[in-house]
T-cell receptor
Framework: DGGITQSPKYLFRKEGQNVTLSCEQN?????MYWYRQDPGQGLRLIYY???????QKGDIAEGYSVSREKKESFPLTVTSAQKNPTAFYLC??????????????FGSGTRLTVV | AQKVTQAQTEISVVEKEDVTLDCVYE???????LFWYKQPPSGELVFLIR??????QNEISGRYSWNFQKSTSSFNFTITASQVVDSAVYFC??????????FGTGTRLQVFP
């Protein structure tokens, strides 16, 4: 079955460490996204990529970095510059807008906690 | 700029009551898409519906129905005869031709037996 795989499901990080969250899709989607969710809040866009080797900052990109070397993969690195990284992170991919099957598919998320 | 407003932070109902979740959006695009997602306690987002801006027909799917009104920039979601399994956070979202999905802050629905 096609879908998005995020790993790990839970991640603990010590202050000052960088961590990388994995996101892999086998839907052949060009576009991929990273969202952050804090308790009681909606999802905020961190970074997105519409094509391999290209990505753009979202609304809250500071303290994060991404790469898009392969169509299937869009890893997110939470750097030590991110002051409050404890949150739930969701990865998504989408087909091009306008098509009949246009929509977004989400992974099951990674819950990151700073200890 | 695009914006989605879900003014209801939390709603509590008793099973079998009908409940409507409100969603108001702002966009300058003439072509745009509206979505509703359900987020159960496990955290994953479950897709419920997508609507494009040229299709104002209301839709019904079982106990779920959606009312899209461009005149008031609203895309409201009604659950008829609510059940405990409907308890979740519900998000309304908007995307335009830029292909970025913008979310509202969500409405937490609690259905009590």
């Amino acid at each position: 079955d096609g879908g998005i795989t995020q790993s790990p499901k839970y991640l603990f990080r010590k202050e000052g460490q960088n961590v990388t969250l994995s996101c892999e899709q086998n839907l052949n989607h060009d576009a991929m996204y990273w969202y952050r969710q804090d308790p009681g809040q909606g999802l905020r866009l961190i970074y997105y990529s519409q094509i391999v080797n290209d990505f753009q900052k979202g609304d809250i990109a500071e303290g994060y970095s991404v790469s898009r070397e392969k169509k299937e993969s869009f890893p997110l690195t939470v750097t030590s510059a991110q002051k409050n990284p404890t949150a739930f992170y969701l990865c998504a991919s989408s087909s091009p807008p306008g098509g009949k099957g246009y929509g977004y598919t989400f992974g099951s998320g990674t819950r990151l906690t700073v200890v | 700029a695009q914006k989605v407003t879900q003014a209801q932070t939390e709603i509590s109902v008793v099973e079998k009551e009908d409940v409507t979740l409100d969603c108001v959006y702002e966009t300058r695009d003439t072509t745009y898409y509206l979505f509703w997602y359900k987020q159960p306690p496990s955290g994953e987002l479950v897709f419920l519906i997508r609507r494009n801006s040229f299709d104002e027909q209301n839709e019904i799917s079982g106990r779920y129905s959606w009312n899209f009104q461009k005149s008031t920039s609203s895309f409201n979601f009604t659950i008829t005869a609510s059940q405990v399994v409907d308890s979740a956070v519900y998000f309304c979202a908007l995307s335009g031709l830029t292909d970025k999905l913008i979310f509202g802050t969500g409405t937490r629905l609690q259905v009590f037996p």
